[in-house]
């Protein structure tokens, strides 16, 4: 909706010497933003918890997504900008260099499998068990 | 001063208020697309923008923080602004969503936190930022992971030759890992004779890494520098010139940035995670 005009680089009027030579990746940008720079309070309080969430979830996403996955934050692969899985799962016609890559995507499912039954079993005895909620 | 109900102030930065930064902010456009400005009171300024308050009120705000599409947005806007703004030569960058009632409360919080801006601004003055992240070469790692190397364990149940396949492709992911560390200290020794500081930052793994970084191997430092400007490029070509014939090994060089990772009051060494 709206275009970050400032914040394309290489826009004419930087100076030379400060133009970066490739646009910044986002999780440069991100790891600057969100966690350096001045912190003071402004006057729209965003939930001190929820940016921590945030953060954390950004550093899990940049530390590792093994981990993140155990911990079952996993919104980034429903964004096909960022993760192959958000497309629809192709099917490996076997062998080749595809067979690491469908081991590791079956483990993954199977993983996300046991999870859900899981959690239905904890849904079906204990409804009371949710525990992010705004 | 602005109408409360339609429009809040994003705030970008804290610079001084000089004729040039009046100049550079004139020339930017912020995350809502709108006119930067800038808020001064006394020796000190603030990088501002109006903004729409139904999208930056807690609730809207909170939203966008958490879809990393309009997290991007917002993010690039943000550091659009401040990297436009880094060639005065003294910038201290606000972090992400920083965002007040009016102008006069920008005043008040530049009144109230002056003795931290103005020797921290001093600090800052004529220095920049610059990334270096080192990383595995990628090449070593994929390049046993051809279908013909595992010819010779046909004889092998698709297990057993899913792990020697693995365990091939691990001894090679050592000797890389291996020699990025041994760079990562020769970069860390040459940049220490230009830089006069030096932040940790944790190394990229995951999906947003590679989104960004393409064919990444394995990140296994990842640091910011403070450095004199005028010494920018010769720090540099000597980081390049100090990974230079090491193979298995590819560094990253970004910035000039704005001084983020040293905009803050000096704190006690961030301890690294030991692996």
Same mark, same amino acid.
């Given at each position: 909706m709206t275009e970050p005009v400032a914040g394309r680089l290489g826009s004419p009027r930087l100076p030379a010497s400060y133009e970066q030579r490739d646009a910044p990746s986002l999780a440069d940008i991100l790891e600057r933003v969100l966690d350096k720079g001045v912190v003071i309070a402004g006057d729209?309080?965003?939930n001190l918890l929820d940016i921590e969430l945030l953060t954390i979830k950004l550093r899990l996403l940049v530390a590792s997504v093994d981990k993140a996955k155990e911990m079952g934050?996993?919104?980034?692969?429903?964004d096909p900008s960022l993760s192959s899985r958000a497309r629809p799962p192709a099917v490996e016609s076997g062998g080749g260099d595809g067979a690491e890559r469908s081991l590791s995507e079956e483990n993954a499912r199977l993983r996300a499998e046991i999870a859900a039954l899981r959690a239905q079993t904890q849904n079906g005895s204990d409804r009371s068990d949710r525990s992010v909620d705004g | 001063m602005t109408d409360i109900a339609q429009h809040m102030v994003y705030a970008y930065a804290v610079l001084r208020p000089t004729p040039e930064a009046a100049r550079a902010v004139a020339a930017l456009r912020g995350v809502a697309d709108e006119q930067v400005g800038l808020v001064e009171t006394g020796d000190l300024a603030a990088a501002v923008g109006p903004v729409p308050a139904r999208e930056f009120g807690e609730a809207a705000l909170k939203a966008r923080l958490e879809e990393l599409p309009r997290l991007e947005t917002l993010a690039r806007g943000h550091h659009g602004v401040v990297a436009a703004l880094a060639p005065l030569g003294a910038v201290l960058p606000l972090r992400l +969503?920083?965002?007040?009632?009016?102008e006069d409360r920008v005043r008040q919080m530049l009144q109230e936190r002056r003795d931290e801006f103005l020797p921290l601004l001093e600090r800052l003055t004529g220095h920049v930022e610059w990334g270096v992240k080192v990383y595995t070469d990628a090449g070593g790692e994929t390049a046993a992971a051809a279908p013909e190397d595992d010819a010779g364990d046909s004889g092998l149940s698709p297990g057993r030759a899913y792990l020697a396949a693995r365990r091939r492709r691990r001894r090679g992911a050592e000797d890389a890992w291996q020699a990025a560390v041994r760079t990562a200290a020769r970069i860390a020794d040459e940049a220490g004779e230009i830089a006069v500081e030096r932040v940790a930052h944790r190394p990229q793994r995951g999906e947003l890494a590679k989104a960004g970084g +393409?064919? +990444?191997?394995?990140?296994i430092a990842n640091d910011a520098y403070l450095v004199p400007a005028d010494r920018a490029e010769d720090f540099r070509a000597r980081v390049l010139a100090a990974t230079e014939g090491q193979e298995g090994v590819r560094v990253e060089v970004t910035g000039p940035w704005a001084p983020y990772s040293f905009a803050? #009051? #000096? +704190? #006690?060494v961030a301890h690294r995670e030991s692996a």
């Open positions: 729209i309080r965003i934050i996993d919104w980034w692969e429903h | +969503a920083t965002v007040y009632r009016d +393409a064919e +990444a191997g394995e990140n803050l #009051p #000096p +704190a #006690p």
